[in-house]
């Protein structure tokens, strides 16, 4: 059973219920820093952190916190751990911290991390929230790095520029130049770019839900005509 409910919250964070594709959670963060991979990476990897602490912490003091100041509570766990999610990116990713800009403190106001902490975190053991706020985490930073890789591919004709700035020194020589002697496509990466292209995911996954539906349905057995009963026969017949 612990099992199954795993998978059924891996199913929802990754795609069922994804905060990005199906909630519309978190969209100014969304748009407006997915312009590069480097960029959605980062911001990525700091809400899945922030997500996953919060679950954690939230679970931990649920049966200490009386409903009156709930909320309150909340938000003051979420704007704690985001501002040590924002001191390490100075610490650590000091350039990136500089390029992403409010975008990092505005993590505090992302619905998905107040919605997970009341919905789930406060009504659930440690194990599965953290499992909880993993996965819808990790469901919000893969919309994120798919629309900043197609976003810097279309836009400027390159893949995982600049990601020095996140990962140092080491990944300097990590960007794929795909189209030579390319000309930057503004629209893309201005925030109509953003649009555009969310928009383009959100139909490509109702597009396949669709088409699995379809099959599910093909594979169901039909239903019995209207109106058809079945005899039962008893005796012999002869």
Not at 188 to 207: D, E, Q, R, T
Request: contains cysteine; charged residues 10%.
């Amino acid at each position: 059973m612990a099992d199954k409910r795993y998978a059924e919250l891996t199913a929802d964070g990754l795609w069922h219920n994804n905060p990005g594709l199906v909630q519309l959670l978190g969209l100014c963060p969304l748009l407006g820093v997915s312009s590069s991979t480097v960029n959605a990476l980062g911001l990525g990897i700091a809400t899945i952190l922030v997500l996953v602490s919060s679950n954690v912490s939230v679970s931990l003091i649920r049966s200490a916190v009386t409903p009156a100041v709930r909320l309150p509570a909340f938000v003051m766990i979420i704007a704690s751990v985001t501002t040590c999610i924002e001191l390490l990116m100075q610490a650590y990713t000091y350039e990136l911290f500089l390029i992403l800009g409010i975008f990092i403190p505005l993590i505090v106001t992302n619905c998905a991390i107040l919605g997970r902490a009341d919905a789930f975190a406060a009504k659930n053991p440690l194990l599965p929230s953290a499992v909880d706020g993993f996965m819808m985490g990790l469901g919000f930073a893969l919309v994120l790095l798919v629309l900043g890789m197609l976003r810097e591919l279309v836009g400027q004709g390159t893949l995982f520029a600049n990601m020095h700035l996140l990962l140092g020194p080491v990944a300097k020589g990590w960007t794929w130049v795909l189209f030579p002697d390319y000309k930057e496509v503004l629209f893309v990466i201005l925030p109509p770019g953003a649009f555009l292209f969310m928009g383009l995911l959100i139909a490509l996954k109702n597009l396949i839900d669709s088409h699995i539906k379809a099959r599910q349905a093909a594979h169901e057995p039909a239903p019995a005509a209207a109106g058809s009963k079945r005899v039962r026969v008893t005796g012999t017949i002869n």
